[in-house]
């Protein structure tokens, strides 16, 4: 009777020992995916405020030339085009860009008109353009309204540096896509 008493006991203690160290391991993969997440998390977070960081320069730097008149290969005060506005307000953010609206079309991610956010770049082809590019004008998301309005700095031939809305119907009718650059 001892022996089979025993033998429970045993059988009962190899039970308890193999449960408590499956939920003894069970516990620590929970804390390690939690850490990870919250790590995942932090990363995020630091990501999402270089970004901001990243994104309040480019649009200071935007703003800088504002009223500055359009120069065609212009990079300066006294004169800008709009892919020089694009590259170097980038440039004041540690963004190198290339120097034409049609190279800079070809960087980053394309968004959709709902993702829009600041400093996203917006192209634009005109049509009394006589070039075959896809694009041949950019611009600096600068603000994203409530109702989806979407404003942005360019450099505009007639009226210089200046902020313009896509609501606008002259721009709606040559807006060619959004990119996300960082």
Do not use: W
């Not at 506005?85 to 959709?112: D, F």
């Amino acid at each position: 009777m001892k022996i089979k008493n025993l033998n429970t006991v045993v059988v009962i203690l190899l039970m308890l020992s193999f449960s408590s160290c499956n939920l003894f391991r069970y516990g620590i993969q929970e804390r390690k995916k939690a850490k990870e997440a919250h790590i995942n998390n932090e990363t995020e977070v630091a990501t999402n405020k270089e970004r901001l960081k990243k994104r309040d320069i480019i649009l200071k730097a935007a703003q800088q030339f504002d009223g500055t008149p359009y120069q065609l290969g212009g990079e300066s005060k006294r004169g800008i085009d709009c892919s020089a506005l694009v590259m170097l307000s980038y440039k004041n953010a540690g963004i190198t860009l290339p120097r034409t609206s049609m190279e800079q079309s070809k960087i980053g991610k394309p968004i959709n008109l709902t993702e829009a956010q600041p400093g996203d770049l917006i192209f634009f082809k005109f049509k009394k353009s006589k070039s075959n590019n896809p694009v041949n004008h950019v611009g600096i998301v600068s603000k994203v309204q409530n109702n989806g309005t979407i404003y942005f700095y360019h450099a505009s031939t007639s009226l210089g540096v200046t902020e313009s809305s896509l609501a606008e119907t002259y721009y709606k009718e040559v807006f060619v896509k959004l990119m996300r650059v960082y």
